[in-house]
Each structure stands twice: as structure tokens, then as C-alpha cells.
T-cell receptor, first 113, second 115 residues
Framework: GQQLNQSPQSMFIQEGEDVSMNCTSS?????WLWYKQDPGEGPVLLIA?????ELTSNGRLTAQFGITRKDSFLNISASIPSDVGIYFC?????????????FGRGTQLTVWP | EPEVTQTPSHQVTQMGQEVILRCVPI?????FYWYRQILGQKVEFLVS????????KSEIFDDQFSVERPDGSNFTLKIRSTKLEDSAMYFC?????????????FGPGTRLTVL
């Protein structure tokens, strides 16, 4: 199956710092989605991207759809303790209309006060 | 705000038993999905469902699995004879109409433990 390489696997940062994580794929995607998952809960959608080069913000979160359509990154500015959790990228392969999402392995974010 | 709901939140069963996991998707959504997440691993696609039939399934979704939309609101996943390796979190997700984008909204999950 498709592999999404998400990095870093984990991050330990101080409150107030900025964070960046990214995903790369060997296939062309037509949609990139970023989710956050808290322990024992379902993934919560943060940002959706649909066009190559698109840059979208949601509060302190900014995500971009890579020009090659094979990558995406997520930035979190001025991190706060409630940003703690696992962040997943997910993508929809170009040409797919049925909506099967492929997920990265996640980035575990820890924020120290 | 509308959300996907799932019941039960936790299901414990004996190996070989049948389980049914239930989901109520967002009410005006048309596309429905089941995913699973083994502890500590990534989320994996199982099956998609549209217009009252399966539209795609993964290699995980073998003959032991089935899905059904028995009425206008519920969407179920049945595992006929559970195995130890079926232990995982199972997430239901739904998506709106084709014109509303590819955003999938996930439920809180059912933790399935097979003993």
C-alpha cells in the first residue's frame, strides 16, 4: 500500500516555541488533511488542503500543500500546553474519488510549560 | 456542531465471538468509512460505503468483516469471528457530498479487546 513518511516521529518543545512537521509520499495526492489525536479519542480535523502550493491557516496552525503534490507540512506557532497530542497527516491519492485516506505514522508533540 | 458518534466506547469479547460496532454518521453525509488503529500505530483504512454498497475495501477487510446501513442513520461494522489480532480502536468517519470536499470527520472510536 501507499506509504506516507511523516517526520519527526516525536518532538519535545518549550511552551511558546514554533513547531514544524511534514509528510512526504511517493504518489501524487490531490488532498492533504492534518488531524490531531488526543489519547483514547478519534482524530480531529485541523486543516484541509486541495491545491498544489496552497497555504492555509487555522489560528496558530498553518499548513501547505507542496508544489510537487507529494508533500505537505504543518506549522504550529507559539505552542501552548494544550497542543500536546499526536498529529497525523492523511492524503487522498490523485484520481481517487472514493475517499480512501492514507495516514502517516504521526508526530507525538510534547510541550513543556 | 454535528458530530459522528460511536457505540460502544469499549467492547471486550472472547476470540471467535461476533461483534457489531455501531456508528451514527453526520446526518446529511453520504460517504461512510471504517478505519482501525492498532495501539501505537497509524490509522488504517478498512472500507468505504456509498449509495448502500461497498465502494472500496482494503486487504484487511476480509470475509470476516461486513458493513451495513440498516436504516437512515446507523452504519455498522460486524466482525463475524473475532481474532486476537482484531484488537484495536475502530473509527467510523463520514464525508459530505462530492461537492463539499474530501474532509472526513471521525467519531471517538470503539476500543475492541479480544481475549
Amino acid at each position: 500500500g501507499q506509504q506516507l513518511n511523516q517526520s519527526p516521529q516525536s518532538m519535545f518543545i518549550q511552551e511558546g516555541e514554533d513547531v514544524s512537521m511534514n509528510c512526504t509520499s511517493s504518489s501524487i495526492f490531490n488532498t492533504w488533511l492534518w488531524y490531531k489525536q488526543d489519547p483514547g479519542e478519534g482524530p480531529v480535523l485541523l486543516i484541509a488542503l486541495y491545491k498544489a502550493g496552497e497555504l492555509t491557516s487555522n489560528g496558530r496552525l498553518t499548513a501547505q500543500f507542496g508544489i510537487t503534490r507529494k508533500d505537505s507540512f504543518l506549522n504550529i506557532s507559539a505552542s501552548i500546553p494544550s497542543d500536546v497530542g499526536i498529529y497525523f497527516c492523511a492524503g487522498l491519492i490523485s484520481g481517487s474519488t472514493l475517499g480512501r485516506l492514507y495516514f502517516g505514522r504521526g508526530t507525538q508533540l510534547t510541550v513543556w510549560p | 456542531e454535528p458530530e459522528v458518534t460511536q457505540t460502544p466506547s469499549h467492547q471486550v469479547t472472547q476470540m471467535g465471538q461476533e461483534v457489531i460496532l455501531r456508528c451514527v454518521p453526520i446526518s446529511n453525509h453520504l460517504y461512510f468509512y471504517w478505519y482501525r488503529q492498532i495501539l501505537g500505530q497509524k490509522v488504517e483504512f478498512l472500507v468505504s460505503f456509498y449509495n448502500n454498497e461497498i465502494s472500496e475495501k482494503s486487504e484487511i477487510f476480509d470475509d470476516q468483516f461486513s458493513v451495513e446501513r440498516p436504516d437512515g442513520s446507523n452504519f455498522t461494522l460486524k466482525i463475524r469471528s473475532t481474532k486476537l489480532e482484531d484488537s484495536a480502536m475502530y473509527f467510523c468517519a463520514s464525508r459530505g457530498t462530492s461537492g463539499s470536499g474530501n474532509e472526513q470527520f471521525f467519531g471517538p472510536g470503539t476500543r475492541l479487546t479480544v481475549l
